[in-house]
T-cell receptor, first 111, second 114 residues
Framework: EADIYQTPRYLVIGTGKKITLECSQT?????MYWYQQDPGMELHLIHY???????EKGDLSSESTVSRIRTEHFPLTLESARPSHTSQYLC??????????FGPGTRLLVL | DAKTTQPNSMESNEEEPVHLPCNHS???????IHWYRQLPSQGPEYVIH???SNVNNRMASLAIAEDRKSSTLILHRATLRDAAVYYC???????????????FGGGTRLMVKP
């Protein structure tokens, strides 16, 4: 059973607000990822991290930013939310092994 | 990562076996074949993976063609809880893929009828 958590699970917020989506894992995994998924559509990688103080942009351009100050924590921040940011955001992590573990996701609605 | 091709959707009856196909004709020698599934309103979860030999675990079996250009995920007895989108993904561990990234396609939406 994977121990990866995301909060909040659901967020409704107005345009222009700053938001931070939290992701934490207790498995000591070095590599962590953020994916974005619109309803019924494919997952797209937007950020990833090899470890502490390492962050990289993924395949899909995103206005969000991430940080990795602690191994277990990989928050994603939107400085000024817009309706185009409405989507589901999924966090994942992996160890040296092959398996990627996903959190339950955060569903964001920007009005 | 090499591209995979899967049917958009499939239907199955409950308690019957399901064979989910995946074509990956451009697979390289160092590509592992991974399967994940995404249940409604949840994040994806790992199902199974393999390189050349067929693989079995408690969730499913993976049959890999001899030329590795296709594979089939086998659910031996489909239940209603198996209704999900199933993703077939190739991941190259032979190069400097330090990111262990997964590239998700559209997957196959499996519908299970009672």
């Amino acid at each position: 059973e994977a121990d990866i958590y995301q909060t909040p699970r659901y967020l409704v917020i107005g345009t222009g607000k700053k938001i931070t989506l939290e992701c934490s894992q207790t498995m000591g995994h070095d590599k962590m990822y953020w994916y974005q998924q619109d309803p019924g559509m494919e997952l797209h990688l937007i950020h990833y991290s090899y470890g502490v103080n390492s962050t990289e942009k993924g395949d899909l351009s995103s206005e969000s930013t991430v940080s990795r100050i602690r191994t277990e924590h990989f928050p994603l921040t939107l400085e000024s939310a817009r309706p185009s940011h409405t989507s589901q955001y999924l966090c994942a992590s992996t160890s040296q092994g092959e398996t990627q573990y996903f959190g339950p996701g955060t569903r964001l609605l920007v009005l | 990562d090499a591209k995979t091709t899967q049917p958009n959707s499939m239907e199955s009856n409950e308690e019957e076996p399901v064979h989910l196909p995946c074509n990956h004709s451009t697979i390289s020698g160092t590509d592992y074949i991974h399967w994940y599934r995404q249940l409604p309103s949840q994040g994806p979860e790992y199902v199974i993976h393999g390189l050349t030999s067929n693989v079995n675990n408690r969730m499913a079996s993976l049959a890999i063609a001899e030329d590795r250009k296709s594979s089939t995920l086998i659910l031996h007895r489909a239940t209603l809880r198996d209704a999900a989108v199933y993703y077939c993904i190739l991941r190259d561990t032979g190069n400097n893929n330090a990111g262990n990234m997964l590239t998700f396609g559209g997957g196959t939406r499996l519908m299970v009828k009672p």
